[in-house]
């Protein structure tokens, strides 16, 4: 199964560690109204290249600690 690669905008830096906010938008199948949902990802960023307000690509990776299981492309 191939990893999952979203892109979202930096939100907070922390020591090689990254938030990242993914806004996603469907419509909604009841009111046909266009929705927007919020989800925050915790990345790896092994350089700290990276600042806040920065739009960056994340792919899955293996549990690098207990909420990071991102790294940034």
């Known amino acids: 199964m191939p990893k999952r690669i979203l892109t979202g ?4 830096v922390g020591n090689k560690t990254l938030f990242i906010y993914i806004v996603k938008y469907f ?9 927007k949902r919020y989800k ?3 990345a790896h960023d092994e350089n700290c290249v990276y600042n806040v307000g920065d739009t960056v690509s994340i792919i899955e990776s293996r549990p690098l600690s207990k909420t990071k299981k991102w790294v940034v492309l």
């Open 9 to 12: 905008v930096v939100n907070k």
């Open 40 to 42: 925050s990802y915790v």
């Open 27 to 35: 419509k909604h199948p009841l009111y046909k109204k266009i929705v």
